[in-house]
């Protein structure tokens, strides 16, 4: 497996975790449930993802643009689920930030699926994709 699809696919969890999310209503168990995985999740995608995939294309010039977005947008995300932390999840502020965080995210993984992923396909070898992949997924596994 190379680290393209190893990432693509935690993106399908998160996209779907905030499809349920925004269904949700109230402060239910539920959507305590599906926000606590959804936290998770970011938190250990954005920290393996930083580490075994943008911080070797921080090496080369043709990404290292690309590289310091993604990391900044980690970042605004990061901002978010602070602020939906902070939110009574029963208010209507709270599902405007988790509306906000989905626009985010979406808008994120599709520009790292449709432009990023093309640029880091030119740049890392084969091998070297498919050893980010496995690093990636212990990372994942084992967080």
Known sequence: ???????????????????????????????????????????????????HFYSPLMESNKTIEESRHGIAEHHEIEEIVTKLEETDMSSSAWLHYMKKLQELVLHHLDEEEQTFFKH????LGDKQKDELANDYEHEMKHH
């Open 1 to 51: 497996m190379e680290i393209f699809q190893a990432i693509r696919k935690d993106h399908e969890k998160q996209r779907l975790l905030m499809k349920i999310l925004v269904e949700t209503s109230g402060d239910c168990e539920s959507r305590q449930d599906f926000f606590s995985q959804l936290k998770e999740e970011l938190k250990q995608h954005a920290k393996a993802e930083e580490r």
């Open 120 to 123: 880091a396909d030119a740049v």
